[in-house]
T-cell receptor, first 109, second 113 residues
């Protein structure tokens, strides 16, 4: 079992809709959780961090963490064409961040 | 510097050649990481430095891969006798601590022909 799983395929959403991304992780001791956005041909950039159970909102982004279920999610409200990218879930553990393979989001104007 | 700087941006090597990839982290960041990212995949951990000490090299795929950070700042990832399977983007990242948010450089895209 991979440390961080992001299993859903490419997500197409109409402009203005909500995009929902999910991530599960295997290490119960993980304490820090991050979402990175990666545009094609570019390096990952941090968009959200979350450390405790519940929701954390930052602009149009909301991260949700449930440590009991080992589950992290990202909601993107009012999706814009500029949100079209791959979103990487990252989880801390063993003195490193482990990344999922990413979910591609395509926002259709 | 203002961000993590990596060079070269692109590197084409013939199979069997040695390559060296450079990373200059954000000033003050004690933790430095190297990741390998294949097309369509997430970054995979290679190695971790805290200052000049290489604390974890468990992700290095073979003994052809070697990394150093002799003065606790700039780091070099060296790949000896490159193989086609080494073709990937090599990302360097730095942070204040090992479980803190990472700041990535622009990466080096290595193509082995």
């Amino acid at each position: 079992q991979k440390e961080v799983e992001q299993n859903s395929g490419p997500l197409s959403v109409p402009e203005g809709a909500i995009a929902s991304l999910n991530c599960t992780y295997s290490d119960r001791g993980s304490q820090s959780f991050f979402w990175y956005r990666q545009y094609s041909g570019k390096s990952p950039e941090l968009i959200m961090s979350i450390y405790s159970n519940g929701d954390k909102e930052d602009g149009r982004f909301t991260a949700q963490l449930n440590k009991a279920s080992q589950y992290v999610s990202l909601l993107i409200r009012d999706s814009q064409p500029s949100d079209s990218a791959t979103y990487l879930c990252a989880v801390s553990g063993n003195n490193r961040l482990a990344f999922g393979k990413g979910n591609q989001v395509v926002v259709i104007p | 510097g203002a961000g993590v700087s990596q060079s070269p941006r692109y590197k084409v090597a013939k199979r069997g050649q040695d390559v060296a990839l450079r990373c200059d982290p954000i000033s003050g960041h004690v933790s430095l990481f190297w990741y390998q990212q294949a097309l369509g995949q997430g970054p995979e951990f290679l190695t971790y430095f805290q200052n000049e000490a290489q604390l974890d090299k468990s992700g290095l795929p073979s003994d052809r891969f070697f990394a150093e950070r002799p003065e606790g700042s700039v780091s070099t990832l060296k790949i000896q006798r490159t193989q086609q399977e080494d073709s990937a983007v090599y990302l360097c990242a730095s942070s204040f601590g090992p479980n803190e948010k990472l700041f990535f450089g622009s990466g080096t895209q290595l193509s082995v022909l």
